[in-house]
């Protein structure tokens, strides 16, 4: 595993802009989990009637 | 002393809350955590030290009582009786804004009494355990706690100060004498 | 045949563990800055004290064991698990002369709470307490979870080969960058550009929801301090139940999965490789527990029909299904309410969440995605062998960060790992059951020290037993440091008895 240097200077608005795009794709993992939790919910909703 | 102080202000208050609402149930937050679903739904009245904050949203304010020993006895502020206790309540923000003062390490707040129906899984917030209040009564108005400098404290303090500074200089003076010697 | 240790080994442990110390007094500026802002001078004298303490302890360290030699890896694992104990012992100084605490004891515990982020408190009158306390103690949890050793590392040793053995010894053993230091400022990277973002987000929830910018403010930062770290302290009594607010709950799940990632992993994803969170043992063994720990605490709660509102079911449920999962430890509900309103199969989903844990190197507690998902290919890799012909090559493959094949010994480390968090989960149990507990609560909360998650049913009080604050108080330290340090502790003193 490595990175380049590169990505470590934080000042530079490319890497900037893909340390953000990284926290989205981190966000959409929460949000998958929280749709199966809906979906294990509604599953127990269904059937419990 | 102090002890019998406590116990008589929180004899009165007590008395002072049954006296008043006879016909309403005023169970304390460890009743109402503990038998949730017993107190479901029912109107009940609930005492306690507003802390922290009242948080308005719309016309509408979450407030929070705590109706723990540090809440409900007066110069309680330096001892010891556990975890706090208390529960969320919302209520008109008109109601809310009657507070004063809340609780924080400054302040002891107003000691409120709020009348409603308590949640043990509120629809509205969430799932929350909450009141619902339609009546606010201030029953005793907070005060400023003044926490007086130790002396005692502040001589360590400045002790340690003087013992850090005395090591910090030995210890540059051993590197010095380290970097001369070949 | 055990050597004892030399003077000179002495020396380097005592050297680097009083660095850190140092390092623990120099993070006490910002509680004391804050008191001193906020006009509490009670406090500001109660951190002149605790610095110096730390300080004082560093310096004669560094007077009393100068030596120029590198720490080697056994040194690097004794520092390691010495340096919690004794800051755990000195940092707690503060938290003392705070006066909310009933022992030293439950000061100490408060402080190895906030250094493993765990999240359990002892503390007493919390919503009385200064903001100086509450910085510190929200700081540790940030400075625990990025481990005092990064800290150490990042800006007290010089060299870069005698830092390895030290951020191994501390339990996180990826590589991000082939030097070690600048592994430890792509962690500090991370953090901060977090930091930067969640706290603002956080603030403008806050103000949203009706508190002062100033509060706001102090919440916002603590809360992400906390939440980040997957400590989970709070500032006031009722932990994230005060907030009631759904935009609050979301962004604090948010922070805290995200603190939950391996630093391997956030590295991978924000240097354009977005796939590997697709692809990475730790996510898919994640995905699948939370889904089964969902699975169990919705029946819990569906069976015992506590929330009658589908919404109301799923925020109460995820958040904290995924607090335990990711051993944060805020809770929107009381604890006791685990016990009387969720009752048993609900309480054991979450004690199953939180067993299992979040991921390997990151701030999250338990036996870790990894090692579930290494078992679950070995038990793969055995069932196969078992249905091929005898002579064949039976080949499982595993990918964390780069497809690896998967060979014996590493399911053979990663089950006795998980059998030694089980051992300390039975043993916190046991000594519960002991004092009087029940079983399924003394159970939750064994599981919540071990794993250190924090959530609580209740069992941990000021009023719990000595002899059960300081089972989990060594459960929480073993736990963060997953073992090694602690048994290269317990081996070095015993060479120091019986060795020659």
């Known amino acids: ?49 | 002393m102090r002890s019998i102080t406590i116990l008589v202000c929180m004899l009165a208050a007590a008395f002072s809350c049954s006296a008043q609402t006879a016909e309403t149930p005023s169970p304390g937050s460890t009743a109402l955590v503990e038998d949730a679903k017993d107190w479901d739904g029912r109107t009940v009245s609930f005492t306690g030290e507003a802390i922290g904050e009242a948080m308005r949203r719309g016309n509408m304010a979450w407030i929070h009582l705590n109706d723990d020993a540090y809440g409900l006895a007066q110069g309680a502020e330096a001892g010891l009786f556990g975890f706090n206790s208390g529960i969320g309540v919302w209520v008109d923000a008109r109601l809310a804004s009657r507070i004063a003062l809340f609780g924080d390490y400054t302040r002891h707040g107003d000691v409120v009494e709020v009348t409603g129906i308590f949640h043990a899984a509120c629809p509205l917030h969430g799932g929350d355990m909450d009141i619902h209040a339609d009546s606010l009564r201030i029953m005793r108005g907070g005060y400023e706690v003044a926490w007086p400098i130790d002396r005692s404290r502040l001589i360590a303090a400045g002790v340690m100060v003087a013992l850090t500074a005395f090591l910090f200089l030995v210890r540059a003076i051993l590197r010095r004498r380290g970097k001369k010697d070949p | 045949m055990l050597l004892r240790p030399r003077a000179g080994d002495l020396k380097v442990i005592g050297l680097y563990t009083g660095r850190i110390i140092l390092g623990v007094g120099l993070l006490m500026a910002v509680p004391l800055a804050t008191a001193l802002v906020a006009a509490e001078w009670g406090p500001a004298i109660d951190f002149v004290i605790g610095m110096c303490a730390c300080l004082a302890f560093g310096l004669l360290a560094e007077i009393g064991c100068r030596t120029s030699r590198e720490p080697t890896w056994t040194h690097g694992l004794v520092v390691a698990g010495f340096s919690w104990l004794a800051a755990t012992a000195i940092g707690a100084i503060p938290h003392w002369l705070s006066g909310h605490y009933g022992s030293y004891l439950d000061a100490m515990f408060d402080l190895m709470s906030g250094y493993t982020t765990t999240g359990l408190i002892l503390i007493q009158d919390l919503d009385h307490v200064s903001h100086a306390l509450n910085m510190w103690r929200h700081l540790l949890t940030y400075a625990g979870g990025q481990g005092i050793i990064v800290i150490a590392l990042t800006f007290l040793v010089g060299g870069a080969s005698g830092a390895y053995p030290l951020y191994v010894g501390e339990g996180k053993d990826e590589r991000l960058l082939p030097n070690v230091i600048r592994t430890a400022r792509a962690i500090w990277l991370v953090s901060l550009v977090y930091l930067a973002v969640g706290t603002p987000i956080l603030w403008l929830i806050a103000v949203a929801n009706g508190q002062s910018a100033a509060r706001g403010f102090l919440h916002a930062l603590w809360i992400f301090m906390a939440a980040w770290s997957t400590g989970g302290f709070a500032p006031q009594s009722y932990n994230t139940y005060y907030y009631h607010s759904l935009p609050f709950e979301l962004a604090t799940v948010i922070i805290f999965v995200a603190g939950s990632l391996n630093f391997a992993l956030h590295w991978a994803v924000w240097t354009g490789r977005r796939g590997e969170i697709r692809r990475n043992i730790e996510t898919l063994s994640f995905t699948v527990t939370i889904a089964i720990a969902m699975l169990v605490t919705t029946a819990g709660l569906m069976k015992l029909g506590v929330y009658p509102d589908f919404l109301a079911s799923l925020r109460k449920m995820f958040y904290q299904v995924a607090s335990g999962h990711t051993t944060t430890g805020f809770a929107t509900i009381y604890s006791r309410s685990f016990v009387r309103q969720w009752g048993p199969l609900a309480m054991l989903g979450i004690t199953l969440a939180m067993a299992v844990g979040g991921s390997a190197c990151s701030t999250a507690g338990g036996f870790k995605g990894i090692r579930m998902g290494l078992v679950f290919k070995g038990l793969v890799l055995g069932v196969r062998r078992a249905l091929s012909p005898e002579r064949a090559h039976v080949v499982v493959k595993w990918h964390h960060l780069r497809t690896r094949v998967l060979d014996e010994s590493t399911v053979f480390s990663a089950m006795l790992v998980v059998i030694c968090y089980v051992a300390i989960y039975a043993l916190g149990t046991l000594v519960g059951v002991l004092c009087g507990y029940p079983l399924t609560e003394a159970l939750f909360d064994a599981v919540s020290a071990g794993s250190n998650s924090g959530l609580s049913c209740g069992v941990t009080s000021p009023a719990m037993p000595a002899l059960l604050k300081a089972v989990y108080l060594l459960s929480m330290w073993a736990g963060r440091l997953e073992f090694m340090s602690v048994f290269a502790l317990g081996g070095y003193l015993i060479s120091i008895v019986r060795g020659r």
């Open chain 1, 1 to 49: 595993m490595n990175g380049n240097g590169d990505y470590l200077d934080f000042r530079r608005w490319r890497n900037i802009a893909s340390y953000l795009a990284g926290i989205g794709v981190e966000i959409l993992f929460t949000l998958l989990l929280a749709g199966i939790g809906m979906l294990i919910l509604a599953g127990f909703w269904i059937v419990g009637g």
